[in-house]
């Protein structure tokens, strides 16, 4: 099993930064892909960044330039830096693991991110 710990989300103007973390434990050996999601109210869950195994990332479009994800395998943790929020971007964030290319995704539980304008 894995579990996954989110932190950093909060309450921000419209501009601001904000950094969520993401740590992972269990029964890991390696952990191949790690990522984030997010949820609006009244939305599906949208992907907006992935970390691969291999090292490269990849961002939705509505993100590209504001958010930077990164990754310490040392500790198992995916970190996703936020700037320039905008209120579009309230919403519920969820880190994800996966422990091979086509394993199932591990969830967190969940990090509140909200931007008022």
């Known amino acids: 099993q894995v579990q996954l710990v989110e932190s950093g989300g909060g309450l921000v103007q419209a501009g601001g930064s904000l950094r969520l973390s993401c740590a992972a434990s269990?029964?890991?050996?390696?952990?191949?892909?790690m990522g984030w999601y997010r949820q609006a109210p009244g939305k599906q869950r949208e992907l907006v960044a992935t970390?691969?195994?291999?090292?490269?990332?990849s961002y939705t479009d509505s993100v590209k330039g504001r958010f930077t994800i990164s990754r310490d395998n040392a500790k198992n943790t995916v970190y996703l830096q936020m700037n320039s929020l905008k209120p579009d971007d309230t919403a519920v964030y969820y880190c994800?693991?996966?422990?091979?290319?086509?394993?199932?995704?591990?969830w967190g539980q969940g990090t509140q991110v909200t931007v008022s304008s």
């Open positions: 970390h691969t195994g291999g090292g490269s990332t």
């Open positions: 269990g029964s890991i050996f390696s952990i191949n892909a």
């Open positions: 994800y693991a996966r422990l091979t290319p086509w394993g199932r995704r591990y």
